[in-house]
């Protein structure tokens, strides 16, 4: 039975191969490229427009002083009129800081309107990518999808194959193979080498030893390969 397992196997290998060749394909490539970009795409988006709600926010924040800069401005300038001389003075002290105050503002007026033009390249950048994604999801689809439907007739042929194979093979260690044929590990099955699991090198006990005996074929403790002994 284990010779039929075996030969099971080997036909499986040229299914594992196709599969293989199926997913390593540019088309393949593309197509998940394309569906992993178009995920983020959501939350690109929503983080692009939360930061461009709190630099309009700031830009608020800075209009409304930049107001009330001009009317502290608008203020000391109507004292201006018939003024004494220590009144001058204090004047002049009071407008060269609202001088500096001006500039300050306007720098950061001038850096936040840089950031928002900076985030709209961004927003803008995000829309073209996602528009030429959603076009090479389409199409790299297509493709994928005729590359697949090419090997249907040799997928076909080797299970065919299989199934005449898997009818001499038991049920549950059938169940048990197909099971880790899910998973990208292969091959399954492998010959013990002296008390050694030849797929990882682990020994076995004595005890797992004597149940592999009795049981025939049994999962490796280390690697969970299905191992063997060969009579
Ligand atoms: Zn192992």
Redesign the pocket.
Known sequence: MIDKLLKYQQIDADLKAIETELRQSDEFKKYASAVKFLKTVAESKAQIESKAGALMGAMAALEEKLGKLNEEKAEFAAWDEGADEATLAYLKKKSNELAKQFSALEGEISKLSQDMTELYAQYKKLMTNTKSMLAQQEESKKAYEDLTKSKDDQKKKIKKQLDALAKDISPEIMQKYLEKRKDPKFPIVYELSGRH?S??G?ELSQLELANLKAVKIAE?E??R?L?FIKE
């Open positions: 699991c797929a990882c682990t490796c280390n690697c390969r191992i």
